[in-house]
């Protein structure tokens, strides 16, 4: 185990706004025994959001930060946890930079396409499918990257990519893009926990 987790396993956070079938995979394959990481609390930003249920199921605390504070919950939590690793999956606002630096070095999202590509403001989930089909592009895929203070552009840590049929729609390319992630993400993480943070982290510009 890399020496620049605090904890084995690593204590991880997951961050989305969905229903939470991203963070369910993640939360399924840690629970199982001889994992790196496991999962200690799933949150959300928005109200009612289907990701509360997943922590339920999973037995940890299901968060909801709201107002115009709730980042500062979000640290706080983070902080008094010892949280080591923030996923964020499926999370569609912009991680403001105080957690960023709270976080520094340990937080990554997953992204339904191969970055570059198909990322930046405005980019999720089936508005990103949709741009694929209509580009007629024959492989797509998935992304793990570190977080920074701008949509999509923190260092890759891994891909995996997804071939698509010929004239593959909007709902197909999603089908396919969702089960890679649902398959693939849990042991990518797994990967970047053994390996540890220093071998793959890209520094975020303008931070103070």
Not at 16 to 30: E, H, L, N
Not at 72 to 93: H, M, P, R, T
Request: glycine share 10%; aromatic share 6%; proline share 4%.
């Amino acid at each position: 185990m890399n020496q620049h987790w605090k904890h084995h396993p690593v204590r991880c956070v997951i961050l989305g706004s969905g229903q939470g079938s991203t963070a369910r995979a993640i939360a399924d394959y840690a629970a199982s025994a001889h994992r790196s990481y496991r999962i200690i609390a799933i949150g959300t930003t928005t109200p009612g959001a289907g990701i509360l249920q997943v922590a339920r199921e999973h037995g940890v605390p299901d968060l909801l930060f709201s107002g115009d504070g709730w980042e500062v919950q979000l640290n706080q939590y983070l902080a008094e946890s010892e949280a080591d690793l923030l996923i964020l999956a499926g999370f569609l606002k912009l991680l403001p930079v105080s957690v960023i630096q709270t976080m520094y070095g340990r937080v990554v999202n997953t992204h339904p396409a191969l970055l570059p590509a198909y990322g930046g403001k405005g980019m999720y989930g089936s508005k990103v499918h949709r741009a694929v089909a209509e580009a007629k592009e024959t492989v797509t895929g998935v992304t793990l990257h570190w977080v920074n203070e701008e949509f999509d552009k923190g260092g890759i840590i891994e891909q995996s990519r997804v071939l698509l049929p010929d004239g593959a729609t909007a709902e197909q390319v999603e089908q396919l893009v969702r089960q890679r992630e649902r398959e693939w993400l849990p042991e990518a993480i797994e990967r970047l926990v053994s390996i540890g943070v220093e071998e793959n982290f890209s520094t975020p510009s303008n931070l103070s």
